[in-house]
């Protein structure tokens, strides 16, 4: 069972890019990495998923190193509504051979100040 | 919409009065979950389902029951709710292609005094 470890809180300035980064030391080779963010008492959003290299939509990017043991949310300019808790999440797969029993870990708390 | 639905949104009961949170979605995905969320511990698997009748713990099932008689639906049993359960409930579902990629619910909270 792949465990992630995240920087508890972070903080940021309005307009800066901000990079937050998961171990995840032990994914196996069919996982993949996906992203959520959450607001106080709503559930998480999907932000974006990735298994290895590069992957970019309309709001994120994630970058994941060759080894895998490692990946980084890339937000860019942040706002004051980008305040939220993230969270990296290791496991399931498309082709079946993954790890479906999926472990959150505690996420890190942006905070993004005027 | 495509949507996660859970009910009740709260709920507050006695311990040891057995009750069942629901929830139900419309996207026909395959993979459903239940996760609790609580102060400092982030999100934990409860028992998720790979599809109809097939179910599995996660990673804290202890005092919960799941059912999957239909794809749509993988209500939560708590047959003897205590104290410790008080907790934030999130329902989650994704396709078979995206495990991962969940759609939640916007959960339940759930006082057991």
């Known amino acids: 069972l792949a465990k992630t470890t995240q920087p508890i809180s972070m903080d940021s300035y309005e307009g800066q890019e901000v990079n937050i980064t998961c171990s995840h030391n032990n994914i196996a080779t069919n996982d993949y990495i996906t992203w959520y963010q959450q607001f106080p008492s709503q559930g998480p959003r999907f932000i974006i998923q990735g298994y290895k290299t590069k992957v970019t939509n309309e709001v994120a990017s994630l970058f994941i190193p060759a080894d895998r043991k490692s990946s980084t949310l890339s937000l860019p300019r942040v706002s004051l509504s980008d305040t939220a808790v993230y969270y990296c999440l290791v496991g399931g797969s498309s082709s079946g051979a993954g790890s479906y029993q999926l472990t959150f870990g505690k996420g890190t708390k942006l905070s993004v100040i005027p | 919409e495509a949507q996660v639905t859970q009910n009740p949104r709260y709920l507050i009961t006695v311990t040891g009065k057995k009750l069942t949170v629901t929830c139900s979605q419309n996207m026909n995905h395959e993979y459903m979950s239940w996760y609790r969320q609580d102060p400092g511990l982030g999100l934990r698997q409860i028992y998720y389902?790979?599809?109809?009748?097939?179910?599995d713990k996660g990673d804290v099932p202890e005092g919960y029951k799941v059912s999957r008689k239909e794809k749509r639906n993988f209500p939560l049993i708590l047959e003897s709710p205590s104290p410790n359960q008080t907790s934030l409930y999130f329902c989650?579902?994704?396709?078979?292609?995206?495990?991962?990629?969940?759609?939640f619910g916007s959960g339940t909270r759930l006082t057991v005094v």
């Open positions: 989650a579902s994704s396709p078979r292609t995206e495990i991962g990629g969940y759609t």
């Open positions: 389902s790979m599809n109809v009748e097939v179910t």
